[in-house]
């Protein structure tokens, strides 16, 4: 079963604008990590957010996670057409095993 | 090229023919992961291996998949009377060990098509 949900599924944004994405989850968690997933290829990872940890960045990426509200939120900064893509939140809750959301698509107009 | 590397990267075939997916994750790590994507989902959690150790298996994979990993390096995933409802990406996965900071590293993919 999938823990995350990302909102929105889809957004579309002008090059330049910041695009922000949420994710909730159920249950409680060890971290929770951002990936990147360009149409038909394999997942990056962006980012880890441990549990003890409120937010987190990395360039152009900014994480923040409350786990009162068992919720995350991956900002993304300037906005690039290669930023085009699916972002997807995923849960460890132990062992390293994952759970996957849906995913956000992002879309960026030139 | 360090990372996570698959083989095939596509494979069609036919309903009821048996697949075998091959992973070479990154070196020396210990943990190796299998998830499968259908389109317009996130992945889902399959198997994972500690070495050569298979610890879990999801409900997902039933009794027409295996997963091996020999000696602790490459994995094979192997489907056997392959459905149409098989057809999806297969992820391999790799990270270090199983800690609680540790970033599972993906590789492209495997995208399966049973006609």
């Known amino acids: 079963s999938q823990q995350g949900e990302e909102d929105p599924q889809a957004l579309s944004i002008q090059e330049g604008e910041n695009a922000t994405m949420n994710c909730s989850y159920k249950?409680?968690?060890?971290?929770l990590q951002w990936y990147r997933q360009n149409s038909g290829r394999g997942l990056v990872h962006l980012i880890l957010?441990?549990?003890?940890?409120r937010e987190k960045h990395s360039g152009r990426l900014r994480v923040t996670l409350d786990t009162s509200k068992k919720s995350s939120s991956l900002l993304i900064t300037a906005s690039r057409a290669a930023d085009t893509a699916s972002y997807f939140c995923?849960?460890?809750?132990?062992?390293?095993?994952?759970?996957f959301g849906a995913g956000t698509t992002v879309t960026v107009r030139a | 090229d360090t990372g996570v590397s698959q083989d095939p990267r596509h494979k069609i075939t036919k309903r009821g023919q048996n697949v075998t997916f091959r992973c070479d994750p990154i070196?020396?790590?210990?943990?190796l992961y299998w998830y499968r994507q259908t389109l317009g989902q996130g992945p889902e959690f399959l198997t994972y291996?500690?070495?050569?150790?298979?610890?879990?298996k999801s409900r997902l994979l039933s009794d027409r998949f295996s997963a091996e990993r020999p000696k602790g390096s490459f994995s094979t995933l192997e489907i056997q009377r392959t459905e149409q409802g098989d057809s999806a990406m297969y992820l391999c996965?790799?990270?270090?060990?199983?800690?609680?900071?540790?970033?599972?590293?993906f590789g492209p993919g495997t995208r399966l098509t049973v006609l």
């Open positions: 070196s020396e790590h210990n943990r």
């Open positions: 996965a790799s990270s270090p060990g199983g800690g609680s900071t540790d970033t599972q590293y």
């Open positions: 249950t409680s968690i060890n971290n």
């Open positions: 957010i441990r549990s003890n940890e």
């Open positions: 291996f500690q070495n050569e150790a298979q610890l879990e």
């Open positions: 995923a849960t460890d809750r132990r062992g390293g095993k994952l759970s």
